[in-house]
Each structure stands twice: as C-alpha cells, then as structure tokens.
C-alpha cells in the first residue's frame, strides 16, 4: 500500500479517536446555565442519560415516553440490589405487550425495564409526550421495588393545583413530595398533566437513585 496513504489513515484514525474521546470528557455542550446542570452531568458521568447527537442534550425539549424508559432503565442499571433477580421472576412476559415496544431502537430499554419489575401503562406508546404525573407515577414505582422504606405516615402536602391531578396518581405525587424526588413551584403548584421536559426528569431521577442509595432493599 502506498506510504502516503497509509500515513494518512493512521493520522485520520488518531484524529477520531481523539475526537471521540474529547466528545466524551466534554459533555453536553447545551445545558450551561440551565435548570438541573449538575444532576444532568452527574447522570451523564455515570453512562445514565444521553444526549440527541452533536453533544446536545435539549433540555428543554418535551419527554418521550420510549426516552422516559430509557432513561430510567439506564438509572436501574445503576442499582444494586438482590431484588432485581426476585422482581425478574415476578415480571411479566414481554409477549403480553404490543409488538410496536420490541420493534423501535427502544426496545433494549424497554425490556431491561420489564426485567426489572415495571410496566408502562397501556395508554402510553412509544412516541406519545408523557406528563409530569405519568413520568412521577413511574419513577415511584421504581423506588417502591427497590428500596427499604421508612415506615412513616406521611402528611400530604397542600397542592394548589390538586384538581388537575389524576386520582390514581394522588398517592405517587405526594410520596415524591414527601420523599424529595418532587418539588412544588412558588405557587404550590405541581402541574401534573403538563409534558415533562428531558431535564425535568432527569433532575427527577437523580433525586430518585438518590433517596435509593440511602434505603437500600433488604431482606
């Protein structure tokens, strides 16, 4: 092979994987400044969320439910508990969902999710937005799997906007109030059916991995 091309695959092979690996230490080039920086790059460190391509993350941007599964799949890997191989024997088969769930880029996540005890409500598909409500009603869930709650009565917050919240989610939002997973806005406002943006929930979840690591699920 002629030296001069082989010169210059060896400096443009240098050259991506100095380029992959500057991308890697820089991180998500858009969220300076923004709500839930530092909860975003500490899930980043840890491999637990993912950006949209060109290092951005869209913080802002409105939540899927496939990315919602995928992001609190990433966020199980990072439990360690004896549960996971109790609640893998409970799980439900994934044959009993829609095929539209094992078919997309998605679905690793999806099943990892499954394996790990938790459902998607049937209302939701893959590409509809999930709210704020469905999105807590979620990461609850998980919590309720995987750690050694306190056994505590637990007094409910006043939510001046409690009318827009689902009866069935009731329980979850006050338990992520109670538990700090949640905040109200200045307003005392939770605004439950409003899409949640991908920072939103990962500032969601990094509060949820971290009320885990401090009750850890024991027999």
Do not use: C
């Amino acid at each position: 092979m002629n030296k001069n091309v082989i010169g210059f695959m060896a400096v443009s092979l240098a050259i991506t994987l100095g380029s992959g690996l500057t991308y890697a230490n820089v991180g998500f080039t858009d969220i300076q400044g923004t709500y839930g920086e530092a909860e975003i790059r500490s899930l980043q460190e840890r491999s637990i969320v993912r950006g949209i391509g060109n290092g951005e993350f869209k913080p802002e941007s409105s939540l899927s439910t496939a990315e919602a599964v995928q992001l609190i799949a990433g966020g199980l890997k990072s439990i360690s508990s004896d549960k996971k191989e109790e609640l893998k024997l409970e799980g439900e088969t994934v044959e009993m969902y829609s095929e539209v769930w094992l078919e997309g880029w998605y679905a690793d996540a999806f099943i990892d999710f499954n394996d790990n005890g938790l459902s998607v409500p049937a209302e939701l598909t893959p590409s509809s937005s999930i709210t704020k409500e469905q999105y807590t009603a979620l990461l609850i869930d998980m919590i309720e799997k995987y750690a050694g709650l306190p056994l505590i009565n637990i007094k409910p917050e006043e939510i001046s906007d409690a009318d827009d919240i689902t009866p069935a989610y009731q329980g979850a939002i006050q338990r992520s109030l109670v538990w700090d997973i949640t905040e109200l806005d200045d307003k005392l406002n939770f605004s439950p059916r409003a899409e949640i943006t991908r920072a939103e929930a990962s500032v969601m979840l990094f509060h949820a991995l971290e009320f885990l690591s401090k009750h850890p699920y024991r027999h």
